[in-house]
């Protein structure tokens, strides 16, 4: 059964820092990993996918890392800006023996970025 | 940009009620997921479905619950007979994995059980 856990639970920075986010999962046998964004209230934006193939995923301040040996994944933001204020959800399909299309879920990451 | 659907955004209903909840996934997309998420709780997945039948689900997705692709373009979860600890804000995802498997989510309807 895949786990995932994500550190830490919140996280407040001034604008203008770089931050990382956490996510860790027990079982490495992924095809790959998704990050979401979830405002208050609303749904999930997909933000990036990294394959297990590829060890990193880009999207302009957004970098993600993927490591499936140690079940590690970070989400690198650049010169962060309080419209980047909001949750944010590492989510890993089941790895060995199971579906890769259930996606299980971390708790998430509460970002605030302070003007 | 194409995107996920749902209706309704907000739906309040009274304990035993059936509810059925509505979504629009994206048009070329061939899998289709129901997920929960409790208040201050994580996202949890409910099922998914393939080819016009349900390809998994959860423990939570017991017999109270029912999915249906009544066209070639909804997707509907229905409630049979609401519980309290049904309220939650539901999801419903598309993907395509022909692509990268990415799963696209919807905006949520959030479900009150009173």
């Known amino acids: 059964k895949q786990e995932v856990t994500q550190i830490p639970a919140a996280l407040s920075v001034p604008e203008g820092e770089n931050l990382v986010l956490n996510c860790s999962f027990t079982?490495?046998?992924?095809?790959?990993l998704q990050w979401f964004r979830q405002d208050p209230g609303k749904g999930l934006t997909s933000l990036l996918l990294?394959?297990?193939?590829?060890r990193e995923q880009t999207s302009g301040r957004l970098n993600a890392s993927l490591d499936k040996s140690s079940g590690r994944s970070t989400l690198y933001i650049a010169a962060s800006q309080p419209g980047d204020s909001a949750t944010y959800l590492c989510?890993?399909?089941?790895?060995?023996?199971?579906?890769?299309?259930?996606?299980?879920f971390g708790k998430g990451t509460l970002l605030t970025v302070n003007p | 940009e194409p995107e996920v659907t749902q209706t309704p955004s907000h739906q309040v209903t009274q304990m035993g009620q059936e509810v059925i909840l509505r979504c629009v996934p994206i048009?070329?997309?061939?899998?289709f997921y129901w997920y929960r998420q409790i208040l201050g709780q994580k996202v949890e997945f409910l099922v998914s479905?393939?080819?016009?039948?349900?390809?998994?689900k959860s423990e939570i997705f017991d017999d109270q619950f029912s999915v249906e692709r009544p066209d070639g373009s909804n997707f509907t979860l229905k409630i049979r007979s609401t519980k309290l600890e049904d309220s939650a804000m539901y999801f419903c995802?598309?993907?395509?994995?022909?692509?990268?498997?990415?799963?696209?989510f919807g905006p949520g309807t959030r479900l009150l059980v009173l």
């Open positions: 995802a598309s993907s395509d994995p022909r692509l990268q498997e990415t799963q696209y």
């Open positions: 079982d490495s046998a992924i095809y790959n």
């Open positions: 990294i394959q297990s193939s590829q």
């Open positions: 989510a890993a399909p089941r790895g060995s023996g199971g579906s890769n299309y259930k996606l299980t």
């Open positions: 048009s070329n997309h061939l899998y």
């Open positions: 479905f393939y080819n016009n039948e349900i390809s998994e």
